[in-house]
């Protein structure tokens, strides 16, 4: 996958018709190719010029240079821009491929930034999240992330880290009676470390939520309200709703912003003990919703009906009443009792959904992929190695353990790069990103 050293070039706007179109230029040969085509030197950063796209048909483009290492991929970068025609944008970068470039693979600009340390890799991945983000909240995210937020806190907790690395290995070849006192000082260091690590740990479990949506699988016995409560949390009809038991059958997917932050519900087909092989398929579905859930809301006419639902402690779980508007029922504990027909508490439960990430600082939040967080749980892992009893009996794996954990932690913005990682990181963009 490692980029080469030839100008490559492709069209970095969407495809189809529109007011412009651009095609960019990268390499050592970007501005020579120009020259060659339209037999012109451009001096000045940004220029107009006629390209010639073919026997008697020229374009009038906007040229701007950005000279190596002042660009995005720090090479020479040329952006052509033109009408926003695909006949148009075909031709100029035919002629560009005439002249010598070669055609950019997904994601070969931004590798190039990486490759020639203008970015991060976080930052890299920061770049396809900024493209992807559908709330403020995954905005914010992944632009405090290409601005280098998350390397920042990653190496607070390098910093925190090599302080303890540092007492560690000075203590090894250390043969003194007052040995006892240094190792009382690893050991609340390292407490203390892991309670550091632990919240850390959980702001960043929560901040990938944030980066994606925010899945929240609605379930409960037939007919308690599940599709009447997502319709009104949405504001429109997205789900059938019936007197009838088993209405909803399959997984009905939507979505809407709360606060800022994008959640996607999942309504549910109703659980409970059936032998109609339709509704046995829903409640197969349902139960397999409930596994990418965030949030599971457990929504129920009766409290009773709550103990008959499966329960994921590593979730969050809101319990919910439904049907106040019949008879006034007490909300249960870490739950509310609303009514989804006349809305009664509906905002209060949609501050729940918020509320856990809203306590986060809304302008510190990072954009955390799957990858980040495999990384740091490997690295939580060496960390709850380090017990008191490997303190005193050896502190050679302490040691070791640490350097692996700090090593695991810098792998997410500087990694130790193979071709096939990369590939898969830069083959999620777009041609011309
Ligand atoms: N009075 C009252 N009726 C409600 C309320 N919520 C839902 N209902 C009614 O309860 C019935 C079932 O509602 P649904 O939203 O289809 O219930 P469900 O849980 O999705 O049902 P299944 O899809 O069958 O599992 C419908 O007749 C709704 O109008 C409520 O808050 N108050
Ligand atoms: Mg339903």
Not at 247 to 276: L, M, P, Q, W, Y
């Amino acid at each position: 996958m490692l980029s080469g050293k030839e100008t490559i070039v492709a069209c970095s706007t969407p495809p189809g018709r529109g007011a412009i179109s651009v095609i960019r230029l990268s390499g050592d040969k970007a501005l020579s190719i120009i020259q060659k085509i339209t037999k012109n030197k451009p001096k000045k950063e940004t220029s107009l010029l006629n390209f010639p796209l073919d026997e008697g048909l020229n374009e009038k483009c906007v040229l701007t240079i950005f000279k190596s290492p002042n660009s995005y991929t720090g090479e020479d970068v040329v952006e052509i821009s033109t009408h926003g025609n695909p006949l148009i944008v075909e031709k100029v970068i035919n002629k560009c491929l005439n002249s010598g470039a070669k055609i950019a693979k997904p994601g070969e600009f931004t590798l190039r930034a990486f490759l020639n340390n203008k970015l991060t890799l976080d930052q890299s991945e920061a770049v396809v999240e900024i493209i992807n983000a559908n709330s403020k909240a995954s905005l914010k995210a992944a632009q405090n992330s290409l601005d280098g937020g998350l390397k920042v806190k990653i190496s607070k907790v390098q910093e925190k880290l090599r302080e303890i690395r540092v007492l560690v290995e000075t203590l090894i070849d250390f043969v003194d009676e007052d040995i006892e006192v240094y190792l009382d000082e690893i050991i609340s260091k390292i407490v203390e470390f892991k309670s550091f690590f632990k919240t850390f740990d959980e702001d960043m479990k929560s901040y990938s939520s944030i980066s994606g949506d925010v899945k929240v699988v609605v379930i409960g016995p037939p007919n308690s309200g599940k599709s009447s409560l997502i319709n009104a949390i949405i504001g429109e009809k997205v789900s059938i709703v019936n007197k009838e038991r088993g209405t909803t059958r399959d997984v009905v997917t939507s979505s809407c912003e709360i606060d800022g932050i994008r959640f996607v519900f999942k309504d549910t087909a109703g659980i409970h003990e059936t032998s109609n092989k339709i509704e046995e398929e829903g409640i197969k579905l349902s139960k397999k919703a409930l596994k990418s859930a965030d949030i599971v809301l457990y929504l129920a006419e009766k409290k009773s009906d709550f103990d008959k639902m499966p329960i994921f402690k590593s979730k969050k779980n809101i319990f919910v009443l439904n049907k106040i508007d019949l008879v006034d029922k007490k909300a249960p504990p870490e739950g509310f009792a609303i009514s989804a027909k006349t809305k009664k508490n509906l905002k209060l439960l949609k501050a729940a959904l918020t509320q856990s990430f809203l306590k986060l600082n809304q302008e510190e939040v990072l954009s955390i992929n799957i990858r980040h967080l495999k990384l740091i749980k490997q690295a939580y892992k060496k960390v709850t190695l380090i017990s008191t009893n490997l303190i005193g009996s050896n502190l050679e794996l302490v040691a070791e353990n640490l350097r692996n954990c700090d090593e695991l932690l810098g792998e997410i913005y500087d990694p130790i790069s193979s071709d096939d990682m990369l590939g898969k990181i830069f083959n999620k963009f777009c041609i011309g990103k």
